[in-house]
């Protein structure tokens, strides 16, 4: 649920904050005070997109701050939108996409107002409906029929790419073949060309490098003067006074071990003299090998392993152009199993639907009569399709009339506005349940209707937010009377500007509010004792 929301520097809202609660959360105010701002920033709140546009004017940022509990777990949800364009969302203090608030609120929250009612006269939209409360049973049936679509998609798409590709390859199958051959013909092994290009500049530098290598030696080891003659003396000359302190013992160590490394450094040097055979006829084959290196990465690929890749993809080129036929008919032969798996779940889910669509029909038709639709009727229309869809082989579409003696007729085509309302409350009083969402937010539900409906509308609401967090802002008293809590929206100015805010009712204040919906601005006795018949109603 939400539990609270702060709105600052946004649209005409300079500062407000306010809690809601469980049950049924009423916003009322006059026209024009700000109810459909509020209704705004706690979409903003849920994920919905912002711009520059809805910031105060004389203020550079909007914020929006919503605690809210979703699942057990809290999260602390703000919205920053600067002048610039910018637009910085928050979960909990850590920056995230939009994207992921979007798929976090739309999980436990859901907003309907009058743009959102029209997404229930779109036909394309009713299947989904459908599915929804179908529940376990249409969902089996559409995991299985999903499954075989994927599967029968993937084998099309195989079955058509062999059959796009092979002309192509099997007029390159000569140069395949060709490429084949050179490259294994290289016999290329894998990091040779790094160690080709380290030997190539050591045979370069051959000459310079044996010359340093040579003298190295002299010093370190040649003649009485040597570096290791010269240490050898000083190992002898310490360990002979090394007994007489630790210092002098320890010192007398280290010296010796310096002189077993120089010796081991010495060796190494004299078996690497002794190895540098410089061969111009080794670089020139080092350099040749290089070249043909090169050769190939300028063909087929910019590595050895990339060249052994692509060599490895022209075999199965080739093999795929030599078994063409039995491959295209095995293909085809799991296609069409596939394609009679596929349309086998699509009856399945096709009677899932048809079974689903009755009992839609009956559960809508009484909550209508509940809502004041005395003898309206509604019907699921499940036509065919021709070719298999990611949702199956089904059109769907509701077809209603709200007066006796009508024909059933599209929805798009027979609803008002206010008759789209009721009908969109109607269907998420059945569907919230199966949809699991803990908060229903309606802006203007009541748009259209008035008197005993407008009553009815409000009993449902009540009714919804017995297992429901439902927040609805209206203008109508019989509505706003059935508000478990209520809150009116309501404009200050000064002389340079205008302010909105939100104060929660309480007691008379609740009354006081019910009362001016029904009386206008002069407020009688006879006004706050009906407003009060209204609340006990």
């Not at 005070?33 to 849920?46: D, H």
């Not at 003299?273 to 350099?287: A, G, V």
């Not at 029909?361 to 309206?376: E, G, H, P």
Request: aromatic content about 6%.
């Amino acid at each position: 649920m939400i539990k609270s929301i702060k709105i600052r520097d946004f649209a005409i809202i300079k500062n407000t904050e306010f809690n809601f609660h469980s049950g049924l959360n009423i916003i009322t105010g006059e026209t024009g005070s700000g109810k459909s701002v509020v209704a705004t920033a706690i979409s903003l709140a849920l994920g919905s997109r912002a711009d520059a546009t809805f910031i105060r004017h004389g203020s550079n940022k909007a914020y929006i701050e919503m605690d809210a509990s979703f699942d057990g777990v809290d999260y602390k949800i703000t919205r920053e939108i600067t002048s610039n364009g910018k637009n910085q969302c928050k979960i909990n203090g850590n920056g995230v996409p939009l994207g992921r608030l979007v798929s976090l609120a739309e999980k436990h929250a859901q907003i309907h107002g009058q743009f959102d009612n029209t997404s229930l006269l779109d036909p394309e939209t009713h299947i989904d409906l459908l599915d929804t409360f179908g529940g376990r049973d249409v969902l089996l049936a559409y995991r299985e029929y999903s499954n075989a679509y994927d599967k029968f998609t993937r084998l099309k798409n195989d079955y058509n790419a062999l059959v796009s590709s092979i002309k192509e390859d099997r007029a390159k199958s000569d140069y395949y073949s060709y490429a084949i051959d050179e490259i294994d013909q290289a016999n290329l092994v894998v990091n040779e060309d790094d160690e080709l290009e380290e030997r190539m500049n050591f045979l370069q530098n051959a000459e310079g490098i044996t010359q340093g290598l040579a003298a190295a030696y002299e010093y370190l080891s040649g003649g009485d003067v040597s570096a290791d003659s010269l240490l050898g003396s000083a190992v002898s000359s310490l360990g002979n006074i090394s007994g007489f302190t630790d210092e002098l013992s320890s010192l007398a160590q280290d010296l010796d071990n310096v002189s077993i490394n120089l010796g081991e450094a010495i060796t190494s040097l004299k078996d690497i003299l002794d190895s540098s055979n410089f061969s111009p006829s080794e670089l020139d084959q080092t350099m040749e090998r290089l070249s043909l290196i090169d050769s190939l990465k300028k063909k087929y690929g910019n590595t050895i392993p990339e060249i052994l890749k692509y060599r490895d993809e022209l075999n199965d080129k080739i093999d795929k152009v030599e078994n063409f036929d039995a491959e295209k008919d095995r293909l085809k032969e799991d296609l069409e199993e596939s394609r009679s798996l596929l349309y086998d779940a699509a009856k399945h889910l096709t009677s899932a639907r048809v079974s689903t669509g009755k009992s839609l029909s009956k559960s809508v038709v009484k909550q209508l009569s509940q809502l004041n639709f005395k003898d309206a009727d509604l019907e699921v229309r499940i036509e065919p399709l021709k070719s298999p869809t990611p949702k199956g082989m089904d059109e769907v579409e509701l077809f209603i009339t709200t007066n006796k003696g009508e024909p059933l007729k599209p929805l798009a085509k027979v609803a008002s506005g206010g008759e789209v309302s009721r009908i969109m409350l109607a269907i998420k009083a059945i569907t919230a349940e199966f949809e699991s969402i803990s908060t229903l937010i309606f802006d203007e539900v009541d748009t259209g209707i008035s008197g005993v409906t407008a009553s009815i509308v409000g009993d449902k609401l009540k009714e919804l937010g017995t297992n429901h967090q439902v927040i609805s802002i209206t203008h109508l008293p019989q509505i706003a009377a059935k508000g478990d809590h209520n809150y009116r929206i309501y404009k200050e100015s000064d002389e340079a500007e205008t302010f909105t805010f939100v104060e929660e009712l309480k007691g008379e204040d609740k009354v006081r509010e019910i009362a001016r919906l029904l009386g206008g601005v002069k407020i009688t006795e006879a006004t706050l004792e009906n407003a009060r018949e209204l609340i006990e109603q």
